[in-house]
């Protein structure tokens, strides 16, 4: 087996098993920033599954055609549930993601949630999906990133990492600033600025330079409202 391992420390920290057939498409994102920094810190740890790596096939096999009329190939049982039933007799997990564009959308209010957690596994799904009785098995949670179809779901499972691990206090330097994120408030951020004052003739917005924080907090909250209001209107519906 070839697992790899993004890991620094084995002490109370979020643990994510990630089961893929397209290991190393995680080598970039994951060994760089925040993800980087929380791994070196010992706050989060990564572990990436080759599927194919589980698989008792001679050719090691991971996919087989659907049942029924059409083209398409789907992974099969085998490789899945071993590796899962592996990590399973190994420790308990919070939640067994997997992820498909069928799924429920990850919203921040989820993603707040699973950063509470501790052990998680995320399946990623490929071809026409994983079989049916997978996921009815084993799998309790799962997430689409958005309304369109993805080649695999390794890009979802990273954006579902991320948006977990970055929540973990002590991953971001500045430990407030995840909680003014867009949407954390149900509002998109105000627009942000930075020095100089005055660029090729732009000036940043006078209140921003008048030294009063509690006036400056006012005017970045009326921002969010008129930003949200103007694009995206229906965060600010009350049955929301
Ligand atoms: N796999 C393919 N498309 C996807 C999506 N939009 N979200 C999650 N997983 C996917």
């Given at each position: 087996?070839?697992?790899?391992?993004?890991?620094?420390?084995?002490?109370n920290?979020?643990r994510?098993?990630?089961?893929?057939?397209?290991?190393?498409?995680?080598?970039?994102?994951f060994?760089?920033?925040?993800i980087?920094?929380?791994?070196?810190?010992?706050?989060a740890?990564?572990?990436i599954?080759n599927?194919?790596?589980?698989?008792t096939n001679k050719h090691?096999?991971?996919?087989?055609?659907?049942y029924?009329p059409?083209?398409?190939?789907v992974?099969t049982i085998?490789?899945?549930?071993?590796?899962?039933?592996?990590?399973?007799s190994?420790?308990r997990y919070d939640?067994?993601?997997y992820?498909?564009?069928?799924?429920?959308?990850?919203e921040?209010?989820?993603a707040?949630?699973?950063?509470t957690?501790?052990n998680?596994?995320i399946?990623c799904?490929h071809y026409?999906g994983?079989?049916?009785r997978?996921?009815?098995?084993?799998?309790?949670?799962?997430?689409?990133?958005?309304?369109?179809?993805?080649?695999?779901?390794e890009l979802?499972?990273?954006?579902?990492?991320?948006?977990i691990?970055?929540?973990i206090p002590?991953?971001?330097s500045?430990?407030?600033?995840?909680?003014?994120d867009s949407?954390q408030n149900g509002?998109?951020?105000p627009p942000v600025?930075?020095?100089?004052?005055?660029?090729d003739g732009?000036?940043?917005?006078?209140i921003?330079?008048?030294?009063?924080d509690k006036?400056?907090e006012e005017?970045?909250?009326?921002?969010?409202?008129?930003?949200t209001k103007e694009?995206r209107?229906?965060?600010?519906?009350d049955?929301q």
């Amino acid at each position: 087996m070839n697992d790899f391992v993004f890991s620094q420390s084995k002490q109370n920290i979020m643990r994510i098993d990630i089961l893929t057939l397209f290991p190393e498409m995680f080598n970039g994102p994951f060994s760089e920033s925040m993800i980087k920094r929380a791994v070196e810190k010992g706050i989060a740890e990564i572990h990436i599954h080759n599927i194919r790596d589980y698989s008792t096939n001679k050719h090691k096999r991971v996919d087989d055609y659907a049942y029924g009329p059409g083209a398409g190939m789907v992974m099969t049982i085998q490789p899945v549930a071993d590796c899962i039933n592996k990590l399973m007799s190994e420790r308990r997990y919070d939640a067994v993601i997997y992820t498909t564009p069928d799924g429920e959308r990850l919203e921040q209010p989820r993603a707040n949630h699973l950063s509470t957690l501790n052990n998680l596994i995320i399946l990623c799904g490929h071809y026409k999906g994983v079989d049916e009785r997978i996921r009815e098995k084993y799998v309790t949670m799962e997430l689409s990133i958005g309304d369109y179809v993805l080649t695999g779901g390794e890009l979802a499972a990273m954006v579902i990492s991320d948006s977990i691990i970055r929540l973990i206090p002590g991953v971001l330097s500045d430990e407030t600033s995840a909680l003014s994120d867009s949407f954390q408030n149900g509002l998109l951020s105000p627009p942000v600025y930075t020095r100089p004052a005055e660029y090729d003739g732009m000036k940043v917005p006078d209140i921003l330079l008048c030294g009063d924080d509690k006036k400056i907090e006012e005017w970045r909250l009326e921002e969010a409202i008129k930003r949200t209001k103007e694009r995206r209107p229906e965060l600010l519906d009350d049955d929301q």
